[in-house]
């Protein structure tokens, strides 16, 4: 299969000549996108490495990572690549794990691999902490958004792609800023691709995160929960639906009776001084105790039901032709 690197470029320049050069031979194609970066990357790229496998690629403004590493997919996929392989360029990444990477891909056991720096515990303990709480954090609303419960890290930068799956993807309808690889991750669920976790150790040195945790928090959390309930919706109640459906219907009616009742009960009683009767403790707690109890029914099925069959071997995308539509947005 022939591989694709694309690496998205900004402020990177003090580490994107080493991260190149760590490139191996398995790799056919890089590409460099200049995401209109201060420092003029992509100048520095094509001055100081002489690769005939790179290829720069310039934005007039700037798009977030999103957007660069997108520019970089759609000229992959215009260069006829396989596999499409994305990697950061400020030295976090190991070029060597590559051949990693897509090896799950190649041999058909998957059709998306990401890295996860939470692997081992020694990695861990050199994380600094706050890295270590919003990753947590955002792993765990990502597998409520996405039906991935078995992946860890979905922040992780460094993943892998086969064509097929990509193509599926309607790629002006991903985000192009930092919530990208999670935005991915909810994509492919939609499309039941399955997806799985590389190890690998990320290397902390003199970078300088974009990201500002107070900006981005919120509006993960509302694409999240937005995510979560059109995942629901879409595969419980219009896709298919099945005893997990009726469970988690019954189960949240039955939970939030119970809570809304013996709360008015409650009250009631404080406000009167008169305990609540047996009855209607009762008539609160049996709700509530039957709702939990259907709600867990209903997430062991969703985290039973993750997707097992790459649709790289179901030999089928949701948009036809793919290729073509790819050449005529390079062409404008």
């Known amino acids: 299969m022939?591989?694709?690197?694309?690496?998205?470029?900004?402020?990177?320049?003090?580490h994107i000549e080493d991260v190149i050069a760590r490139i191996g031979p398995e790799v056919e194609y890089i590409f460099a996108i200049d995401d209109a970066c201060p420092d003029n990357s992509g100048d520095f790229i094509e001055q100081t490495i002489k690769d005939p496998r790179l290829k720069v690629l310039r934005h007039a403004s700037n798009t977030g990572v999103g957007g660069a590493v997108i520019t970089g997919y759609r000229a992959a996929l215009e260069a006829g690549a396989d596999i499409l392989v994305k990697v950061d360029g400020d030295g976090q990444m190991a070029p060597e794990l590559i051949s990693q990477f897509v090896q799950p891909i190649e041999v058909g056991d998957a059709d998306y691999v990401k890295g996860n720096r939470f692997y081992s515990g020694s990695a861990v303990r050199e994380m600094p902490w706050v890295r270590l709480f919003g990753n947590a954090f955002l792993s765990f609303i990502t597998k409520l958004s996405s039906g991935y419960w078995s992946i860890f890290d979905p922040t992780n930068g460094f993943t892998a792609i086969h064509a097929r799956a990509l193509e599926s993807i309607d790629l002006d309808r991903v985000s192009k800023r930092y919530f990208f690889e999670s935005d991915m991750l909810i994509r492919l669920g939609d499309l039941r691709a399955v997806v799985i976790d590389i190890p690998m150790r990320a290397v902390y040195a003199d970078e300088v995160s974009g990201i500002r945790i107070s900006r981005v928090m919120i509006e993960f959390l509302w694409r999240h929960t937005v995510a979560t309930i059109k995942r629901i919706i879409y595969m419980y109640f219009l896709r298919d639906f099945s005893l997990a459906s009726l469970n988690l219907l019954f189960g949240v009616i039955l939970l939030t009776f119970g809570v809304i009742f013996g709360a008015v009960a409650w009250s009631g009683s404080i406000a009167s001084g008169v305990p609540a009767t047996t009855g209607t403790v009762m008539?609160?707690?049996?709700?509530?105790?039957?709702?939990?109890?259907?709600?867990?029914?209903?997430?062991?099925?969703?985290?039973?039901?993750?997707?097992?069959?790459?649709?790289?071997?179901?030999?089928?995308?949701?948009?036809?032709p793919m290729r073509a539509d790819y050449r005529a947005k390079s062409r404008n």
């Open 283 to 320: 008539l609160s707690a049996l709700p509530i105790v039957l709702g939990f109890q259907m709600l867990l029914f209903f997430a062991s099925y969703d985290i039973a039901s993750e997707p097992k069959v790459p649709i790289q071997r179901l030999r089928i995308t949701t948009r036809v």
């Open 2 to 14: 022939r591989i694709a690197v694309v690496i998205p470029c900004f402020k990177v320049t003090r």
